[in-house]
């Protein structure tokens, strides 16, 4: 996993949830290199946000064996674990860097509220665009009851490293 666009290291996150009934707080992600293979993330409400407090711990690696790239998550905001792949061919020309991952759930999740509705059920999928320094993360999540069924982007992350 070793990269210029390395994942690493602790990152300040600049969130922005685009349909929430009120927008996210600043959060602080930490991230470490776990044995050349994974990588761990903890990310937790930034000191001094108001915030309520949570944890979302998450782990991201490229397997080797299917070609893919796989990613599993816990929030504390949403008990329950969520499992992500990449799909699309994820072989390169020899020399490029992957710039753009693109993780899709292997479940549907559900949040205890979501605007005006409770347990709202919803699938998803992530874009992570990699950068020398910073990361951009897309949330598209598309509901599975209501009015309307369409993909939306629910949420950016854009983390900025900052050592």
């Given at each position: 996993?070793?990269s ?84 699309e ?40 665009e990699?950068?020398?320094d ?30």
């Amino acid at each position: 996993m070793r990269s210029s666009y390395s994942l690493a290291g602790i990152h300040a996150l600049v969130v922005a949830c685009f349909v929430s009934a009120s927008a996210l707080a600043p959060a602080v992600a930490r991230r470490r290199l776990i044995g050349d293979a994974f990588i761990e993330e903890v990310m937790e409400a930034a000191p001094g946000s108001g915030q309520e407090p949570f944890t979302r711990i998450a782990y991201f690696n490229y397997n080797k064996v299917t070609q893919r790239y796989e990613a599993i998550s816990m929030d504390t905001r949403a008990p329950q674990m969520m499992y992500e792949k990449s799909y699309e061919d994820s072989a390169r020309n020899a020399g490029q860097e992957q710039r753009i991952v693109r993780l899709y759930l292997e479940d549907n999740f559900v949040l205890p509220r979501w605007g005006n509705t409770a347990n709202a059920a919803f699938k998803g999928r992530k874009v992570i665009e990699l950068e020398k320094d910073r990361q951009i993360v897309r949330l598209y999540w598309t509901p599975l009851a209501g009015e309307s069924a369409e993909e939306f982007l629910a949420g950016e992350y854009v983390y900025t490293r900052q050592r």
